[in-house]
T-cell receptor, first 113, second 111 residues
Framework: DTAVSQTPKYLVTQMGNDKSIKCEQN?????MYWYKQDSKKFLKIMFSYNNKELIINETVPNRFSPKSPDKAHLNLHINSLELGDSAVYFC????????????FGSGTRLTVV | GQQLNQSPQSMFIQEGEDVSMNCTSSSIFNTWLWYKQDPGEGPVLLIA?????ELTSNGRLTAQFGITRKDSFLNISASIPSDVGIYFCAGHQGGSEKLVFGKGTKLTVNP
């Protein structure tokens, strides 16, 4: 059973398109996250939700909009995709917002052409 | 934002050798963690440290929470080929929900 599952694994799309990445966790965790990993492997927090409430919103273009329909799901929608959005996006979850033993998904490699 | 300085950036070692890597910050951290990322996968938690001076082991891995609370070390003993991957330190400061990651140490083990 996959603890944190993301779909799709790979996403290739053209500039200007709108796309979504889905994430689900079956660990019963309260907090979920989106991280972006660039080509140099640097991991940067984008958003965090605790029990469906947004608690971290880093300086991310407003083309990125997270949505958490329930505490087991955190989706990421990206409008008007740009070349610089190409990266690997990781979803993660933890027991709570002050619990740092995150469980990560296997990532979504987004390529914008 | 707060940054963690992780070194070395990469390491090439022979199977059986011991490995050391570290992470430093100019600020105090309350929690230090070490993650490993295999190719095509997400990071996996190896060790979490919660108190200054704490020394914790997980098999061949040993990590320490520095006394100054501004650094942490990870040692791998008797490396094997499956130790290959990117090792990330991560830390949390008081007053913030954010976990900050270092830039990673890429480990290559030659059989």
């Amino acid at each position: 059973d996959t603890a944190v599952s993301q779909t799709p694994k790979y996403l290739v799309t053209q500039m200007g398109n709108d796309k979504s990445i889905k994430c689900e966790q079956n660990l019963g965790h309260d907090t979920m996250y989106w991280y972006k990993q660039d080509s140099k492997k640097f991991l940067k927090i984008m958003f965090s939700y605790n029990n469906k409430e947004l608690i971290i919103n880093e300086t991310v273009p407003n083309r990125f909009s997270p949505k958490s329909p329930d505490k087991a799901h955190l989706n990421l929608h990206i409008n008007s995709l740009e070349l610089g959005d190409s990266a690997v996006y990781f979803c993660a979850s933890s027991y709570g917002q002050f619990s740092y033993g995150y469980t990560f998904g296997s990532g979504t490699r987004l390529t914008v052409v | 934002g707060q940054q963690l300085n992780q070194s070395p950036q990469s390491m090439f070692i022979q199977e059986g050798e011991d490995v050391s890597m570290n992470c430093t910050s100019s600020s105090i951290f309350n929690t230090w963690l070490w993650y490993k990322q295999d190719p095509g996968e997400g990071p996996v938690l190896l060790i979490a440290l919660y108190k200054a001076g704490e020394l914790t082991s997980n098999g061949r891995l040993t990590a320490q929470f520095g006394i100054t609370r501004k650094d942490s070390f990870l040692n791998i003993s008797a490396s094997i080929p499956s130790d290959v991957g990117i090792y990330f330190c991560a830390g949390h400061q008081g007053g913030s929900e954010k976990l900050v990651f270092g830039k990673g140490t890429k480990l290559t083990v030659n059989p």
